[in-house]
């Protein structure tokens, strides 16, 4: 089990450590709820350093990313970062991550925990174009420092305007007293803030600077499990639940990253597949009867029948029911479609509804 640079200091402060991705990972501090109303009304922080980061330098740096993945990373401009997949040939995904572009000639790649090893073989297969690849995943850390009072409470600590820092947008700066540090506004929680690429090395110093300047805001540390509930909220896909090898992005409802104005691995499959039509389809839904719905749920029609399963679910703690995400029959997939979901002997009704189930 690997740790990150933090997790003396996560068992320090009591967190509950559960291995994950390979990984000794902090689930949760004093509790799930109380963590995720940190996030969604003050600030609070996440030790998300088992994430990966690929580094791709070259003329063909573009090239190679056109190809392997599925949105168009052409209209990138340096300081800019976009979401996107790695098709795989099969019709499924490989993985889910962010592009950055650095530089004229260098992006950062950052890929999903558990698929460090895999995406990497993934991309090097295709790089017949010299591209240099170097894998920073084991010599950095990633710090989320998410919250609606995130930059007010960060601002102290570098010289730039956080504020001035747009969604999906990032700059290379100082932070905490350290050089070169990348700050990104590309949070997973729905609520703002922001996240701290660093080397291993400065986390840290990068960490308690932090926690002191945060202090007049009630900054608290927050676990994975608040995480999800958090992303949940927001209807973010979860790489593992709710898209993996064999969902295809069109099903997954990511056909705003499949770009099929350039060619790219199984585009043709996957045009087709756009042209005919899917026939299941991932939903958000409600439970409109008491419930909590979980992962590898059924979810049936009105007679009982299978129409598909749940991928994520969870009692939501901002919006105060049980929600989740899951693949339908498409004739299930509008909005206020009735369904239920079967949990153990009872069928609880659900409605289908539009995400974000958060909304501010």
């Known amino acids: 089990m690997k740790n990150t640079a933090l997790s003396h200091i996560h068992e320090s ?19 799930v709820n109380a963590e995720h109303d940190t996030v969604r009304n003050g ?18 740096a573009l090239a190679l990313i056109q190809k392997v993945t599925s949105n168009d990373a052409s209209v990138l401009e340096i300081g800019k970062a976009q979401y996107s997949c790695l098709p795989n040939t ?12 650095m530089k004229e000639n260098q992006y950062l790649l950052v890929v ?38 995130a930059v007010e409470a960060m601002q102290s600590l570098t010289s730039i305007d ?30 703002g803030g922001f996240e701290i690429y ?7 110093q990068i960490w308690t600077k932090v926690f002191e300047a945060g202090k007049p805001f009630g900054i608290k540390p927050i676990g994975l499990a608040a995480r999800d509930t958090l992303r949940l909220e927001m209807g973010f896909c979860l790489y593992g639940n709710d898209i993996n090898d064999t969902t295809s992005p069109l099903e997954a409802g990511l ?38 719905p979980r992962h590898d749920y059924e979810i049936v029609d009105a007679n009982g029948i299978n129409i598909g399963i749940v991928t994520s679910g969870t009692m939501a703690p901002t919006v105060g029911k049980g929600i989740g995400m899951g693949y339908v029959n498409t004739e299930f997939s509008a909005p206020d479609s ?14 289908v509804v539009k995400l974000p189930f958060y909304k501010k």
């Open 90 to 101: 099969e019709g499924g995904i490989v993985d889910d991550l962010i592009v950055y572009r």
């Open 338 to 351: 009735e369904i239920f979901i079967q949990i153990r002997a009872n069928k609880v009704a659900a409605k």
């Open 198 to 204: 660093c080397k291993n090395s400065d986390v840290e």
């Open 255 to 292: 056909g705003w990253i499949t770009k099929f104005t350039k060619d790219f691995v199984n585009a043709e499959n996957l045009k087709k597949q756009k042209e005919a039509g899917v026939s299941k389809k991932l939903v958000g839904f409600e439970l409109t009867e008491r419930g909590i």
């Open 162 to 191: 956080l504020s001035a820092i747009k969604y999906y947008h990032f700059e290379v700066a100082d932070f905490a007293g350290i050089e070169h540090v990348i700050i990104s506004a590309t949070g997973y929680t729905g609520s």
């Open 43 to 60: 600030v609070g922080v996440f030790d998300v350093s088992h994430m990966g980061e690929f580094l791709l330098t070259g003329e063909n």
């Open 112 to 149: 999903n925990a558990s698929n460090i090893e895999k995406d990497w073989n993934w991309i090097s297969s295709y790089n017949d174009m010299d591209v240099e690849m170097r894998n920073l995943s084991e010599d950095y850390s990633l710090l989320a420092i998410q919250g609606p009072k």
């Open 13 to 31: 402060l009591g967190a509950k450590m559960v291995p994950f991705a390979g990984y000794n990972m902090p689930v949760q501090y004093e509790g």
